[in-house]
């Protein structure tokens, strides 16, 4: 819904909050402090793109996250991974794409085709506008590094964010569509990202063609978490299509399969919002350490602590999930 302020101007509603307990090795969690909504111009969009950035309140060279929502979502959604995200030491930047319910665009409005397209040129944006970001945020100016910048996303966002890791989106004809990578973003993670276009639903053929991704190209590092109980209605193979981006993608990837996640991967969207239908608070915790863990690793250099979840969830006598990697 658009916001009352100018866009791009800095501006302050804003919270301070203590994010839940995270993973020793990633150290306390801090008080985060979030703004929201800032809105940065968008000439040709329609509509100006409004940001919620949180961040937390002390640090130094801050690694900045981009997360993409899924279909519907908005800047307000995702809180269980956003505010750990930040309580951890990451600027988290979460943009409103036009498929958002709160935006409400008819299904006929011209710019629907082109969504998927439009979503992409948002986390551009995003990152575009860190100086624009890190102002709307009390005390952040100068505390960010735009040199460590990672992107994730859940479902049609994970496809989003896989775009900017290099993944392309196949035409018609089997054709590579536009490289879109951006040099800026340094690894990503990818949440029960929708995979190979072959199997594709007949409803999901016709209406959503864009669902069509070659991974041949996305080199940059990444996590691909995906559900084992996860069906999908766009595709006529099991949860294993949620994998794709990790088996058929070169480089250095990582693959976190929980065990019993459906979609909503225990319930990363809200906390008891009504589309989650696998609802587990342990699983979304082991997802909120194992991400930090791999993101700090990405950005910070810090490998000991992934390593050493990837370890203790190894061991465990009754895991969650299971980690695979190349």
């Known amino acids: 819904m658009p916001g009352p302020n100018t866009p791009g101007t800095p501006h302050t509603p804003h919270t301070a909050h203590t994010a839940p307990d995270a993973s020793p ?12 909504p800032v809105v940065l111009p968008a000439p040709g969009r329609g509509e100006d793109l409004q940001v919620r950035v949180s961040a937390p309140a002390t640090g130094e060279g801050l690694p ?15 809180a269980p991974l956003a505010d750990h995200w930040a309580a951890h030491g990451f ?12 935006l409400g665009l008819p299904a006929d409005d011209p710019r629907t085709p082109r969504i998927w397209r439009i979503r992409v040129d948002d986390l551009a944006r995003v990152l ?3 100086d624009v970001l890190e102002a709307a945020v009390p005390g952040l ?19 989003t964010a896989s775009t900017l890791l290099g993944a392309r989106v196949l035409d018609a004809d089997g054709v590579p569509g536009e490289d879109l990578t951006d040099p800026r973003v340094a690894a ?9 276009g072959d199997t594709l639903t007949p409803f ?17 590092p990444a996590l691909v978490v995906a559900g084992d109980r996860d069906d999908s209605a766009l595709s006529t193979r099991g949860p294993d299509w949620f994998t794709d981006p990790y088996t058929h993608s070169p480089g250095s990837k990582s693959l976190l399969t929980l065990f019993g996640a459906e979609h909503s991967l225990g319930g990363i969207p809200g906390h008891e919002v009504a589309e989650t239908t696998d609802e587990s608070p342990a699983r979304v915790a082991l997802l909120q350490r194992l991400t930090t863990a791999y993101l700090r690793g990405a950005l910070l250099g810090e490998e000991t602590a992934w390593k050493a979840a990837v370890t203790a969830l190894d061991e465990d006598p009754e895991p969650l999930g299971r980690v695979d990697s190349k």
């Open 64 to 78: 900045v996250l981009v997360f993409s929502h899924g279909f519907g979502w908005s800047l307000d959604g995702y």
């Open 188 to 196: 990503g993670v990818l949440l029960a990202a929708p995979g190979l």
């Open 204 to 220: 999901a053929a016709e209406h959503l063609p864009f669902m069509r991704p070659s991974f041949a190209a996305m080199t940059a």
């Open 128 to 130: 575009d506008a860190l």
């Open 141 to 159: 100016a100068g505390r960010t590094d735009p040199g460590r910048a990672a992107v994730a996303g859940h479902s049609w966002g994970a496809q």
């Open 91 to 102: 600027v988290v930047v979460q943009p409103t794409h036009l498929d958002s319910r709160t």
């Open 25 to 36: 090795a990633a150290g306390a969690p801090a008080t985060v402090v979030s703004a929201k």
